[in-house]
């Protein structure tokens, strides 16, 4: 299957704050990418999704920005809380008829109080 | 939560076993897929199932092997099983099965199973 790294990047920035992950991706015919949360011991929770016919996308507290010249996603997360403390992860859906979602190496977001 | 069911939660299996996980999607939902997380990665495709039939699947040997029932909720089985095979198991519902149709996929918590 696709290899993804085995050591997390890390993420630390202070309560209130504004947090950005970024995700670069594999396949520059994909369609549609998402934003998933991961907690400890938890499945990954859906939080914002955009297509490619999109450059960006808001919802509450968060935007999803896509570039897709350079193959590059964000998640800017606003006024960042402790709740907001996970594994952050993109995917992508190359365009195979299939939601096959190729999922990025995770990067984990530490919210200092 | 998002309405998909894993079970077991957790499961702890001797190498060589087999291994039965299953799941129940999200009301409407006709599409499953499964996931293998291994601990520090990010989730891998295994297979997806849309109204019963295998619609595609990833890199994983045959002893990787699904059934979805009429009722929309879906089993994985593995075969022979090996250490390497310790995982979290996600299983995804979703609407379509198609990329024409819009629609994310919903975790289930995931089955944690450890293989000794």
């Known amino acids: 299957g696709e290899s993804v790294g085995l050591h997390l990047p890390t993420l630390s920035v202070q309560e209130g704050d504004n947090s950005i992950i970024n995700c670069a991706y594999s396949n520059s015919a994909s369609d549609y990418f998402i934003w998933y949360k991961q907690e400890s011991g938890k499945g990954p929770q859906f939080i914002i999704d955009i297509r490619s016919n999109m450059d960006k996308r808001q919802g509450q507290r968060v935007t999803v920005l896509l570039n897709k010249t350079v193959k590059h996603l964000s998640l800017q997360i606003a006024a960042t809380q402790p709740g907001d403390s996970a594994v952050y992860f993109c995917?992508?859906?190359?365009?195979?008829?299939?939601?096959?979602?190729?999922f990025g190496t995770g990067t984990r977001l530490k919210v200092l109080a | 939560e998002t309405g998909v069911t894993q079970s077991p939660t957790h499961l702890i299996k001797t190498r060589g076993q087999q291994v039965t996980l299953r799941c129940s999607s999200q009301s409407g939902h006709n599409t499953v897929s499964w996931y293998q997380q291994a601990l520090g990665q990010g989730p891998q495709f295994i297979f997806q199932?849309?109204?019963?039939?295998?619609?595609g699947r990833g890199n994983f040997p045959p002893r990787f092997s699904g059934l979805q029932f009429p009722n929309y909720s879906s089993e994985l089985n593995v075969n022979a099983l090996e250490l390497d095979d310790s995982a979290l198991y996600l299983c995804?519902?979703?609407?379509?099965?198609?990329?024409?149709?819009?629609?994310?996929?919903?975790f289930g918590q995931g089955t944690r199973l450890t293989v000794v």
């Open positions: 995917a992508e859906n190359p365009p195979s008829g299939t939601y096959k979602y190729i």
């Open positions: 199932y849309y109204r019963e039939e295998e619609n």
């Open positions: 995804a519902s979703s609407l379509g099965g198609t990329a024409l149709l819009d629609t994310e996929a919903f």
